[in-house]
């Protein structure tokens, strides 16, 4: 893998998970520049980030599929049916928490904000030109940024 261009700066993005996006803008330039220049701590952004929203979707199914188990009891009602919807209760509780954990401590939901943005521009560029012209004004100002 290749050096870091500059270790002092690489550092302390590392302490901050290559995460820059809770930067004031005017603070944000030096970081934005070393990941334009540095291969190595852009992959390791990405890398974080891939991290980030993978936790949020296992968490995601994870809470699913203990929803679903509790439904299941609920419509089978096996013996100690009980027991087996607090467990899926219990299930569904931690899921939800390591899901809010996730999306607190980690910037998840901005990258999945700046993701649908990026799937919306495409969208929107591929529309005929008479629906784009008849987006409401603000709507394409806010997908397209311009
Ligand atoms: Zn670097």
Do not use: N
Request: proline share 5%; hydrophobic share 50%.
């Amino acid at each position: 893998m290749s050096q870091c261009v500059d270790p002092i700066v690489g550092k302390i993005l590392a302490g901050w998970r290559y995460d820059i996006s809770g930067l004031a803008p005017e603070m944000r330039g030096d970081y934005e520049d070393h990941f334009r220049s540095c291969e190595r701590c852009r992959t390791r952004q990405r890398l974080h980030r891939t991290i980030d929203i993978s936790l949020i979707i296992l968490a995601s199914l994870s809470a699913g599929a203990f929803l679903l188990a509790f439904g299941m009891i609920r419509h089978f009602g096996p013996r100690h049916a009980l027991w087996l919807e607090l467990a899926a209760l219990a299930g569904f509780a931690l899921s939800a928490l390591i899901w809010l954990a996730v999306a607190v401590a980690t910037p998840a939901p901005t990258a999945m904000v700046d993701a649908a943005k990026i799937g919306a521009r495409h969208v929107h560029d591929r529309l005929p030109a008479e629906i784009r012209d008849r987006l409401p004004e603000e709507l394409r100002l806010k997908i397209t940024g311009s």
